[in-house]
């Protein structure tokens, strides 16, 4: 195996960690293990193909920046000690199943987009986790904990086997395509008090047959439902704001109350 591609000890030592870890070459995979340092730099492991599973230690209280991005692996164990894991650090990787540990507050941004990712387990704790974190994976069913106050823009968006999904019910506002192009998304459950669903939110979603808008949204912005073609019923409150295109391709909606005083503010296409 070429140096590239190879856990040697130069690659180890300009990471700034020894040349004490377990692996097995020649087809053979094993945990690969990280020992005597307190934080894993950024890309450090970055583009190699090298071990499909990982754990890490509890000397290790920082992953840094893409430290593991477009690499082979598809576990890893991430102990309580970790407080700080930066943003892409499982970019485009193997990655299955992850389980954020409960001293860690804030999802980074793209922290595993573009994974083979099924399965996350959040904590009791998390307060955000920001945009594209798990954007283009194959999340089936997330529950997300109440104590999440945001989620950013295109955090869950294009996850194709994504069935339903739950907002957490403290949440004022749905950021920008959120669930974007989540094709197979039947169900949504909006947070009772959120005031504003930003643009392209829920477009193209075309599976989504139920969602319930609370009385509190005050603003729905261009594009927020574009393309929802199996919604059935949209209710909006009287003083609400539409703008352009927000439910344009709705073409099933049986059920459709908008505010009078917004239809000059908004297209509505083929609805």
């Not at 990982?54 to 290790?60: E, H, Q």
């Not at 576990?75 to 970019?91: H, K, L, N, Q, R």
Request: include cysteine.
């Amino acid at each position: 195996m070429s140096t590239e591609n190879s856990p040697l000890p130069h690659s180890l030592k300009k990471c700034g960690l020894p040349a004490e870890i377990d692996f097995t070459l020649n087809g053979v995979r094993t945990t690969f293990h990280i020992e005597n340092s307190t934080v894993i730099p950024k890309y450090c492991y970055a583009y190699r193909i090298l071990f499909d599973k990982v754990r890490i230690p509890p000397i290790i209280t920082s992953i840094e920046e893409g430290a593991f991005k477009d690499t082979n692996v598809h576990y890893i164990d991430i102990p309580i000690t970790v407080t700080s894991i930066g943003s892409s650090v499982f970019a485009n990787c193997e990655l299955q199943e992850l389980k954020i540990p409960k001293s860690i507050l804030e999802i980074s941004e793209g922290l595993a987009c573009n994974c083979k990712l099924q399965r996350v387990t959040f904590h009791s704790h998390l307060t955000s986790i920001q945009s594209n974190a798990f954007s283009c994976c194959k999340l089936v069913n997330v529950t997300i904990p109440n104590s999440v106050i945001y989620i950013g823009a295109n955090a869950f968006s294009s996850n194709s086997n994504l069935n339903e999904f739950y907002f957490p019910k403290n949440m004022k506002e749905i950021s920008e395509g959120v669930l974007k192009s989540c094709f197979k998304l039947t169900k949504v459950q909006l947070p009772v008090e959120v005031t504003c669903i930003r643009k392209t939110a829920f477009m193209d979603c075309e599976k989504l047959i139920n969602i319930k808008i609370p009385k509190t949204v005050e603003l729905v912005e261009e594009k927020a439902f574009w393309g929802c073609k199996n919604v059935k019923e949209l209710i909006f409150n009287e003083t609400c704001i539409l703008k352009n295109e927000a439910i344009a391709l709705c073409t099933s909606l049986t059920n459709l109350i908008v505010p009078n005083v917004n239809k000059k503010n908004y297209k509505c296409r083929r609805v």
